[in-house]
């Protein structure tokens, strides 16, 4: 009983604990090319990730990039039409890829 209680204490002291200072996030914004393409991936692919994902990749093969989009649309259930899927590819070999 005791250490249940000593548990309850500590728990409950730690959340009340107050933080007064401001807290200031920094924003990280992510440029993408902006060509034919752009808005199929803009509309199935920031819904989950940040632009730094594809970015952070590295230049890719045309084989790479098809993969992923189907894995996230196979694997993970995104809502990535079979046209965009191929819009998408395309863009991202286009803009990203290792030629």
């Given at each position: 009983m005791r250490t249940i209680l000593l548990f309850l204490l500590l728990t409950l002291t730690s959340l009340s604990a107050d933080y007064r200072q401001d807290v200031r996030i920094p924003s990280v914004t992510f440029q993408l090319?902006?060509?034919?393409?752009?808005?199929?991936?803009?509309?199935n692919c920031q819904w989950c990730h940040s632009f730094g994902y594809i970015l952070n990749q590295g230049p890719q093969t045309k084989a790479y990039w098809k993969?992923?989009?189907v894995r996230m649309?196979?694997?993970?259930?995104?809502?990535?039409?079979?046209?965009?899927?191929?819009?998408?590819?395309?863009?991202l070999y286009r803009n990203y890829g290792k030629k």
């Open positions: 090319k902006v060509d034919r393409g752009f808005p199929a991936m803009q509309r993969n992923i989009v649309r196979d694997t993970f259930k995104a809502p990535i039409t079979k046209e965009d899927a191929i819009t998408v590819t395309e863009y």
